[in-house]
């Protein structure tokens, strides 16, 4: 059946399709990048794509779309931890990231602002055992239980401490 006069056809000149499969190919690689969580990267993968494919429209929209997702991520503040609980929260996040050495350093911070904080050298001592570190480890489960007897408990059952189960000093701590 032939098109009227004045009327679009379907069919597509094969350079333009081509050109916007390309397109669409890049612009999955640049949300590859933001889901990866690396925005700028991201930023600049959907700008060029706009500059390449000025014409397909509907890819360039939804392009500028991401970036301004982009800019709003690059743009948010940071959260900074002000508090020994600040610092745990972060500990926690990072230690369930399996981020061990950035739980470390907040956990310590933490206890820099109270070293009495039960929970801190508990949730540090289990960061160490990730980290196979069993004397450090050892060292603030000790603290912890002595600050909170209850931790000698929580201990016989944390996963986090299974490496060390092995260890006879480990097992007569967590006996008492």
Not at 115 to 129: M, V
């Amino acid at each position: 059946m032939a098109a009227k006069a004045g009327e679009k056809t379907r069919k597509e000149k094969p350079r333009e399709r081509a050109e916007y499969i390309q397109s669409v190919s890049v612009y999955e690689k640049a949300l590859k990048l933001l889901y990866g969580k690396k925005h700028a990267e991201a930023r600049e993968a959907f700008e060029k794509l706009v500059e390449k494919f000025p014409t397909e429209t509907e890819v360039v929209s939804r392009a500028r779309e991401m970036m301004r997702v982009c800019d709003r991520q690059l743009n948010r503040k940071r959260f900074v931890p002000r508090t020994a609980d600040d610092h745990f929260d972060l500990g926690v996040f990072h230690h369930n990231e399996a981020q061990y050495h950035k739980a470390v350093e907040q956990f310590e911070s933490g206890l820099e602002e109270n070293g009495k904080a039960e929970h801190i050298h508990y949730a540090l001592a289990a960061s160490y055992a990730k980290l196979n570190d069993f004397r450090s480890a050892m060292r603030s489960l000790e603290r912890a239980i002595k600050y909170n007897p209850v931790n000698r408990y929580y201990a016989r059952n944390d996963e986090d401490f299974a490496p060390l189960l092995q260890d006879e000093e480990f097992r007569k701590l967590i006996q008492g």
